[in-house]
């Protein structure tokens, strides 16, 4: 199996701020990455996929890049309705895996 | 890019069975490959089984190969999941999503507890 790897855990992070969120993945994955975000409460929405499409309706202070085993999503600018716990995912492979989540605050 | 609304999920016994249901409307169900994912509480998000939009091929992650079967009803626009031989460590919400090889699309979750 593909272990996913996310880090940080968790992060606190001012409005406005650049946040950035890696995702490494145990074998190369080439492009088949994609990232999901999740607010409090509610279901997982789709952000990211093949690592660095925008999914249609996601603001365009998201983004992501990498390939092979490295990958990153970065906020460009932090607003209050980001936060939530963001998960990588591959979709090289079965079984499909996800990382453990990263949860971001606002300091 | 339709809509998928989740139904099914109670409180059972453990070694218990339960049927989960996905209703999906608003694009072309078989079409699509369907996936289930759950989340256990207060924990994070794990795939658990995925079909074809024929039904012909079939994954499932090995904590619940043997226990859980996926089908779909194409005719209907539903995906299943069937939950048999239940342990408290099934307890979760599962959620399903519509593929396009990454999970595009997730519906709202319902809530399954094994406990005695």
């Known amino acids: 199996d593909i272990q996913m790897t996310q880090s940080p855990s968790s992060l606190s992070a001012s409005v406005g701020d650049r946040v950035t969120i890696t995702c490494r993945a145990s074998q190369d994955i080439s492009h088949y990455l994609a990232w999901v975000q999740q607010k409090p409460g509610k279901a997982p929405k789709s952000l990211i996929y093949g690592a660095s499409s925008l999914q249609s309706g996601v603001p365009s202070n998201f983004s992501g890049s990498g390939s092979g085993t490295d990958f990153t999503l970065t906020i460009s600018s932090l607003q209050p309705e980001d936060i939530a716990t963001y998960y990588c995912q591959q979709y090289f492979s079965y079984p499909r895996t996800f990382g453990q989540g990263t949860k971001v605050e606002i300091k | 890019e339709g809509q998928l609304l989740e139904s099914g999920g109670i409180l059972v016994q453990p070694g218990g069975s339960l049927r989960l249901s996905c209703a999906a409307s608003g694009f072309p169900f078989r079409a699509y490959t369907m996936t289930w994912v759950r989340q256990a509480p207060g924990m994070g998000l794990e795939w658990v089984s995925t079909i074809t939009g024929t039904g012909d091929t079939t994954y499932y992650a090995d904590s619940v190969k043997g226990r859980f079967t996926i089908s779909r009803d194409n005719s209907e626009n539903t995906l299943y999941l069937q939950m048999n031989t239940l342990r408290a460590d099934d307890t979760a919400v599962y959620y399903c999503?519509?593929?396009?090889?990454?999970?595009?699309?997730w519906g709202q979750g319902t809530p399954v507890t094994v406990s005695s």
């Open positions: 999503a519509k593929e396009r090889q990454w999970l595009r699309d």
